[in-house]
């Protein structure tokens, strides 16, 4: 029904800064709620970053917050994690994820239906 295909990860220096893209394709008109999660190794998937697509709602997690941005541009099936201040703990494999509702609370993976594969992004100096 949905395919989301995540793009933009990579290697960066504490400090730096990196943009993931997630296109959407498919049935994508039922979507109200975009997410990014992540998952580092022998740490539980925590959620990031979610919006909702009707425009004006945003959550974040505590540790992302005041560095992170998510964003989306609709004529593109585009949902953006802007990813500023990195730290070495943001190190992790980030998911795109998308769900047919939203709601205020917690970040929960529950929340959302459709998924990608996932990008890497490490974080040295």
């Known amino acids: 029904q949905v395919e989301l295909v995540e793009s933009g990860g990579g290697s960066v220096q504490t400090g730096g800064s990196l943009r993931l893209s997630c296109v959407a394709s498919?049935?994508?008109?039922?979507?109200?709620?975009m997410g990014w999660f992540r998952q580092a190794p022998g740490k539980e998937r925590e959620g990031v970053a979610s919006?909702?697509?009707?425009?004006?709602?945003?959550s974040y997690a505590n540790s992302v917050m005041g560095r992170f941005t998510i964003s989306q541009d609709k004529t593109k099936n585009t949902v953006y994690l802007q990813m500023n201040s990195l730290q070495p703990e943001d190190t992790a494999m980030y998911y795109c994820?998308?769900?047919?509702?939203?709601?205020?609370?917690?970040?929960?993976?529950?929340?959302?239906?459709?998924w990608g594969q996932g990008t890497q992004v490490t974080v040295g100096s």
């Open positions: 994820a998308a769900g047919g509702y939203w709601r205020v609370g917690n970040i929960e993976g529950s929340d959302f239906d459709y």
């Open positions: 498919g049935d994508t008109n039922h979507l109200r709620s």
């Open positions: 919006l909702y697509t009707g425009g004006g709602k945003t």
